[in-house]
């Protein structure tokens, strides 16, 4: 049998991410691992495909640049029951489509040398002793250490880790021509179908489709069950009408308590757990991508590979303290006492700046500005 120190099952942003910040901090370990992906790529992933700033930092970190066509947001709009809030800073966000973003990942690490075998499925994992036996459509192979980046129906989680369902929220989408040549550099978040009973928001982003202007619109709900008639009606009507194709997936939030390590196993990404306001999850899976390269260069260095450490590690980083305040404020602005959370919201501009650079991830220097001026133009399109 193959046998390998380490297997990644998932070539998405969190396992690219974990081979390639392997590959800086431990390059004879990044010898000794394999990437493994069900998928040949490019491959589509339902995804609106939004990067915060902090995304184009951990990238450049890597050496990497944007290297796909995206749309540059420089306007936001925010709906929430009263005057609308408008936001205008220079690159609040990029819209990728993660054909292009995750097929540039994966080859990065490549052209690395890390080996990452695409079209190829990991059907059950197994232990045998202190080792995991990976059972994939290409052969079987003997690792010392799994990462399960494998997104949020985990294999790994759920043949190795815990079985139980989790936190998990929905989000459908789908993408509208716009019928112009140039896209929009606004998108817009809308919370007002909670009032209706959503524990979640509507978006609408600008993005392009092979070249052409698209709205991406889409919904998220905290609750994964029993929302499938709600979102489809507001994602028909977010798109302008029936007919446009749905595109709906689950996403594993991280609430902080539930297991994302055993022995011999990490999690990485959507098989740990997203942020659970908005449901983004890129910016969070390169970021646990940095933190598993360190905890498995040094696990091994160390000859311990229990991974106990991991989930405290994850806790305590600056993204698990991000992750764990807005796992909070999904609670508080989609529970019973949302209006008053939204409130508070509206009555500072300043506030919402720094709200939005905390969330953002960048400095506090950042020029920002906030406002209730609901004068934007090139307004994403309408709800009726
Ligand atoms: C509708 C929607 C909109 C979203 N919009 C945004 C957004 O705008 N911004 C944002 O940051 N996040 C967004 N997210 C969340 C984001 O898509 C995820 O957080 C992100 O994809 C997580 O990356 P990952 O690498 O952990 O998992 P994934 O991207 O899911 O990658 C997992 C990989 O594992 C592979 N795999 C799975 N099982 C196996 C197996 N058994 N064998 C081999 N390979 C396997 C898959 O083929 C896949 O390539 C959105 C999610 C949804 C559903």
Redesign the pocket.
């Known amino acids: 049998m193959e046998e390998r120190d380490i297997v990644v099952?998932?070539?998405?942003?969190?396992?690219?991410?974990t081979a390639l910040w392997l590959r800086e901090v431990d390059p004879g370990l990044a010898s000794r691992c394999v990437v493994?992906?069900?998928?040949e790529?490019p491959?589509d992933?339902?995804?609106?495909?939004?990067?915060?700033p902090h995304?184009l930092e951990l990238l450049a970190d890597l050496g990497l640049s944007l290297d796909v066509p995206h749309v540059r947001v420089d306007r936001a709009r925010v709906e929430t029951g009263g005057s609308p809030v408008s936001v205008a800073q220079e690159g609040i966000c990029w819209?990728i489509r993660?054909c292009e973003f995750?097929a540039m990942l994966l080859d990065a690490a490549r052209a690395r040398g890390i080996e990452v075998r695409c079209g190829?499925?990991?059907?059950s994992l197994r232990r045998e002793g202190e080792r995991i036996v990976v059972e994939?459509s290409g052969g079987s192979i003997l690792a010392r250490a799994v990462v399960g980046?494998?997104?949020?129906?985990?294999?790994?989680r759920r043949s190795l880790v815990e079985s139980g369902p989790g936190w998990v929220a929905?989000?459908?989408?789908a993408d509208v021509p716009t019928g112009r040549d140039v896209p929009d550099e606004i998108f817009e978040f809308d919370f007002r179908s909670i009032r209706a009973g959503l524990a979640g928001y509507e978006?609408s982003?600008p993005c392009l489709v092979d070249g052409r202007p698209h709205w991406?619109v889409?919904v998220?709900s905290l609750r994964r069950d029993g929302e499938g008639g709600r979102i489809g009606r507001l994602l028909d009507r977010r798109a302008g009408g029936p007919g446009v194709r749905h595109?709906?997936?689950?996403?594993r939030l991280y609430d902080g308590r539930s297991p994302i390590a055993a022995p011999g196993v990490l999690l990485?990404?959507?098989?740990?757990g997203?942020e659970a306001l908005?449901?983004?999850?890129?910016?969070?899976?390169l970021d646990?991508g940095r933190l598993a390269a360190a905890e498995l260069s040094s696990g091994f260095a160390r000859g311990d590979l229990s991974f106990a450490g991991w989930s405290e590690a994850v806790r305590r980083s600056p993204m698990g303290r991000k992750l764990r305040r807005l796992a909070m404020f999904a609670r508080l602005f989609y529970g019973p006492t949302s209006p008053i959370w939204f409130f508070l919201m509206r009555l500072s501009g300043r506030v919402q700046a720094i709200g939005l650079n905390w969330y953002n991830g960048v400095g506090a220097s950042t020029r920002a500005s906030a406002s209730f001026d609901p004068g934007v133009a090139g307004r994403p399109p309408a709800r009726r």
């Open positions: 099952v998932g070539g998405g942003p969190a396992g690219a991410a493994l992906d069900r998928a790529f491959r992933k339902t995804c609106a495909g939004g990067l915060i995304t819209v993660r995750d190829i499925k990991v059907e994939t980046a494998d997104g949020s129906g985990s294999l790994v929905r989000a459908s989408m978006w982003f991406n889409g998220y595109q709906a997936a689950p996403i990485v990404g959507d098989a740990a997203a908005l449901g983004e999850g890129i910016s969070f899976a646990y």
